[in-house]
């Protein structure tokens, strides 16, 4: 089980910000910005790269959840980013398809 799975399965602990039967979105335990959320579908895909045309519609809540967490969070007017971390040169961690929203501060670009 992902440490992913275990939050959707209430067996560990999280500050969960919004879910449906699909997804799930609460806030990151180690935040990058006073915003940051990560967004997770409760069936897994490990990551993008391993997504198929079956999850297009799930891919699709995925980035409108987004938008749910940004109104509910007030970043539609100051801006958010929304990340996914696909394999190692990108540091993804957590083997369980998750996109992050990041808010509230200015965010450099290009990332580091
Ligand atoms: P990534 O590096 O893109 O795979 O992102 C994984 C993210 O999951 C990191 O930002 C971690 O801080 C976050 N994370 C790991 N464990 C937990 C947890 N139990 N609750 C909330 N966020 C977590």
Known sequence: MTIFEKIVAREIPAKIVWQD???????DVNPGAPVHVLVVPK?????????TAADQALLGKLLLTTRIVAEKLDLLTSGYRVVINNGP?????????????????KLGWPPG
């Not at 039967?21 to 806030?27: G, K, L, N, T, Y």
């Not at 069936?43 to 391993?50: D, L, T």
């Not at 540091?91 to 509230?104: R, Y």
């Open 43 to 51: 069936r897994v895909i490990p990551r993008i790269a391993e997504s």
């Open 21 to 27: 039967e699909d997804v799930i979105a609460f806030h």
């Open 89 to 105: 040169d990108a540091g993804e961690s957590v083997p369980h398809l998750h996109v992050h929203v990041l808010g509230k501060r």
